[in-house]
């Protein structure tokens, strides 16, 4: 999009987060709070991006990939956007602010704010919501005839003004000549010290200038992380809109309150997620699988069709093909099944050996007895057979259609008619001693 730039408000302490992280650092399923402002801002079309960093502004810096300016002093929002004019230079057009700490505030939203500010062509205008408890937010004070006429910070208001429960979200769209002029009026608040962004509509207004608005039916999109609490509920609103979208999309989840799925995973139709079951980053699913309950699956993992996964089973860095069941208390890590594999319950891989992990093989067909340790690198071959309690050493691998057993495991000899030993199978291969 032209002729629009955004200032992303990153600078505060989060005095209620209790933390030595910058506020905007704290995650929501694994990403930094503001990266997901970010995110929005980018898909709605903004791509001239200005951060405002101060505390933890080192740290911010390794996170965050748009131009960054410093607010020296942390003297509130409005001294925050001012700090931003060095690197404005002689710009004149739209500028949205955005608090860094409002994560689920859609790229439509943005988009439907941008539109609603050319359209009417007014100097500001802002988002709001209405909220049933509008507690700590700034109300939106409008005047009879529905115009708004200022904007009222918690400590500031008046009784009559808590009442309100119009709110203001934190993501505006100004004119920059009009909101830097404004700001140059702006005067610090006596009891916090801080100049308020939000006291530039009265400004304006005074000015004769139009401020418009639009309003927010998701009332979730709003909620600003300030507190630990906050950061919880945002957690658990993403949450559900993401196991929503995997429902429609044909997934079924059977408890979605124990069930937890991170943002970026893929999931195939008629899957079935069962209680219990956390899917973290960077996972593949495919169609028709049974996963969980209680199934720990996280970290570049892919899942083929038909597949299932079941309780207390945790996978990690593993790609499982077509058909495999992996049914009962099993580890999988840096492992790669083929077609139709069987892991017996309580199979292990044991995939790091003190400073590299290692990587296991098991291919068509194998059946991996329980208890089994597989100690990594190591392949089992296709069809071969793994039995109970076998502890199967590094390197010692297992050639296909061949069956090993014991501790640690040996290939079975299987006797001929005249109860001789197989030649090829005298000893067992590779075992060390
Ligand atoms: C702010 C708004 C409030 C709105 C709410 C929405 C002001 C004065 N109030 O309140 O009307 O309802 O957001 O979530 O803006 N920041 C700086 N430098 C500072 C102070 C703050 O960069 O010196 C940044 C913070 O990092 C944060 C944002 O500005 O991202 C808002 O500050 P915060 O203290 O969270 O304000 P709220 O009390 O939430
Ligand atoms: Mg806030």
Redesign the pocket.
Same mark, same amino acid.
């Given at each position: 999009m032209k002729d629009i730039v955004a200032i992303?408000?990153?600078?505060?302490?989060?005095t209620r987060m209790n933390s030595d992280i910058p506020?905007?650092l704290h995650r929501i399923f694994g990403k930094p709070i503001i990266s997901y402002v970010l995110g929005s801002l980018r898909e709605s079309g903004v791509a001239d991006i200005i951060t405002?960093a101060?505390f933890g502004s080192d740290k911010l810096r390794e996170t965050v990939d748009t131009r960054i300016v410093i607010?020296k002093?942390?003297?509130?929002? @409005? &001294?925050?956007v001012a700090s931003a004019t060095g690197a404005l230079g002689k710009y004149e057009g739209d500028v949205v602010v955005i608090? @860094? &700490?409002?994560p689920l505030v859609s790229a439509n939203t943005i988009r439907e704010l941008i539109a609603k500010h050319r359209a009417s062509g007014a100097s500001a205008t802002l988002t709001t919501a209405v909220l049933k408890d509008p507690m700590?937010?700034?109300r939106i004070v409008r005047s009879e005839d529905g115009r708004i006429t200022k904007?009222v910070?918690?400590i500031k208001a008046e009784l009559h003004e808590k009442a309100i429960n119009e709110?203001?979200?934190?993501t505006y769209c100004f004119k920059s000549r009009d909101l830097f002029d404004a700001l140059g009026q702006v005067k610090r608040d006596p009891k916090k010290g801080?100049s308020?962004?939000?006291?530039t509509v009265e400004i304006l207004r005074r000015a004769g200038k139009s401020v418009e608005s639009i309003s927010i039916k998701d009332a979730d999109e709003?909620i600003?992380i300030?507190s630990r609490k906050d950061l919880a509920r945002a957690a658990s609103i993403l949450k559900n809109r993401i196991l929503d979208e995997l429902m429609l999309s044909g997934v079924t989840i059977e408890d979605p309150a124990t069930t937890t799925v991170y943002p970026d995973a893929r999931i195939g139709r008629d899957t079935v997620i069962r209680p219990n079951t956390f899917i973290g980053p960077d996972v593949e699913i495919g169609k028709a699988c049974s996963i969980g309950p209680f199934a720990r699956i996280t970290g570049n993992v892919r899942v083929g069709n038909e597949v299932i996964i079941g309780n207390f089973v945790e996978l990690v860095r593993t790609v499982i093909d077509d058909g495999c069941r992996v049914k009962h208390h099993t580890y999988l890590g840096d492992t790669t099944l083929g077609r139709k594999v069987n892991i017996g319950a309580g199979t292990i891989t044991a995939n790091y050996d003190g400073k590299n992990k290692n990587k296991t093989v098991i291919e068509d067909g194998a059946f991996i007895g329980v208890g089994s340790v597989l100690i990594a690198p190591i392949r089992i071959g296709k069809a071969a057979t793994v039995g109970a309690g076998c502890v199967v050493l590094r390197g010692n691998d297992v050639p296909s259609g061949k069956t090993v057993v014991g501790v640690p495991a040996r290939i079975l000899e299987k006797r001929t008619g005249k109860g001789r030993r197989r030649t090829d199978e005298k000893r067992p291969v590779n075992i060390q001693r």
């Amino acid at each position: 999009m032209k002729d629009i730039v955004a200032i992303v408000l990153a600078a505060g302490r989060g005095t209620r987060m209790n933390s030595d992280i910058p506020k905007v650092l704290h995650r929501i399923f694994g990403k930094p709070i503001i990266s997901y402002v970010l995110g929005s801002l980018r898909e709605s079309g903004v791509a001239d991006i200005i951060t405002v960093a101060g505390f933890g502004s080192d740290k911010l810096r390794e996170t965050v990939d748009t131009r960054i300016v410093i607010q020296k002093k942390l003297l509130g929002s @409005g &001294d925050a956007v001012a700090s931003a004019t060095g690197a404005l230079g002689k710009y004149e057009g739209d500028v949205v602010v955005i608090c @860094g &700490d409002t994560p689920l505030v859609s790229a439509n939203t943005i988009r439907e704010l941008i539109a609603k500010h050319r359209a009417s062509g007014a100097s500001a205008t802002l988002t709001t919501a209405v909220l049933k408890d509008p507690m700590e937010y700034g109300r939106i004070v409008r005047s009879e005839d529905g115009r708004i006429t200022k904007i009222v910070e918690e400590i500031k208001a008046e009784l009559h003004e808590k009442a309100i429960n119009e709110v203001n979200v934190g993501t505006y769209c100004f004119k920059s000549r009009d909101l830097f002029d404004a700001l140059g009026q702006v005067k610090r608040d006596p009891k916090k010290g801080e100049s308020f962004l939000t006291d530039t509509v009265e400004i304006l207004r005074r000015a004769g200038k139009s401020v418009e608005s639009i309003s927010i039916k998701d009332a979730d999109e709003m909620i600003g992380i300030n507190s630990r609490k906050d950061l919880a509920r945002a957690a658990s609103i993403l949450k559900n809109r993401i196991l929503d979208e995997l429902m429609l999309s044909g997934v079924t989840i059977e408890d979605p309150a124990t069930t937890t799925v991170y943002p970026d995973a893929r999931i195939g139709r008629d899957t079935v997620i069962r209680p219990n079951t956390f899917i973290g980053p960077d996972v593949e699913i495919g169609k028709a699988c049974s996963i969980g309950p209680f199934a720990r699956i996280t970290g570049n993992v892919r899942v083929g069709n038909e597949v299932i996964i079941g309780n207390f089973v945790e996978l990690v860095r593993t790609v499982i093909d077509d058909g495999c069941r992996v049914k009962h208390h099993t580890y999988l890590g840096d492992t790669t099944l083929g077609r139709k594999v069987n892991i017996g319950a309580g199979t292990i891989t044991a995939n790091y050996d003190g400073k590299n992990k290692n990587k296991t093989v098991i291919e068509d067909g194998a059946f991996i007895g329980v208890g089994s340790v597989l100690i990594a690198p190591i392949r089992i071959g296709k069809a071969a057979t793994v039995g109970a309690g076998c502890v199967v050493l590094r390197g010692n691998d297992v050639p296909s259609g061949k069956t090993v057993v014991g501790v640690p495991a040996r290939i079975l000899e299987k006797r001929t008619g005249k109860g001789r030993r197989r030649t090829d199978e005298k000893r067992p291969v590779n075992i060390q001693r």
